[in-house]
């Protein structure tokens, strides 16, 4: 059974740095890829980054150039590197996982089958 795990959340102040983690088993990472979404209250999920199983990534415009998505060699834990954070990330961070590979890269949650329960980011002006 796939499972994901997310730690790392924190309260920051804008402009600051965090880096999030995703512990994940029971699937092999040769064939799943990754991606890390976030829900702000009264809002929808939106996809942040994206991790494909051959190592190419995809960010949605809002994060480009601030956030970087990673797995460790042993493709057992995800990162996403949050820099220059504005109070508008401020968010519920979800790590989640697709063997499909049509999703591959994608930043649209519903190709995702295997979700963490989140870990919270809050970043104060």
């Known amino acids: 059974e796939v499972q994901v795990l997310e730690s790392g959340g924190g309260s920051v102040q804008t402009g600051g740095s965090l880096r999030i983690s995703c512990a994940t088993s029971?699937?092999?990472?040769?064939?799943?890829?990754m991606a890390w979404f976030r829900q702000a209250p009264r809002k929808g999920r939106e996809g942040v980054a994206a991790?494909?199983?051959?190592?190419?990534?995809s960010y949605s415009d809002s994060v480009k150039g601030r956030f970087t998505i990673s797995q460790d060699n042993a493709k057992s834990t995800l990162y996403l590197q949050m820099n220059s954070l504005k109070p508008e990330d401020t968010a519920r961070y979800y790590c989640?996982?697709?063997?499909?590979?049509?999703?591959?890269?994608?930043?649209?949650?519903?190709?995702?089958?295997?979700w963490g329960q989140g870990t919270q980011v809050t970043v104060s002006s």
């Open positions: 989640a996982a697709t063997k499909n590979r049509l999703a591959a890269g994608s930043l649209n949650f519903n190709w995702y089958n295997y």
């Open positions: 029971g699937y092999d990472s040769s064939r799943y890829s």
């Open positions: 991790l494909t199983s051959d190592g190419l990534t």
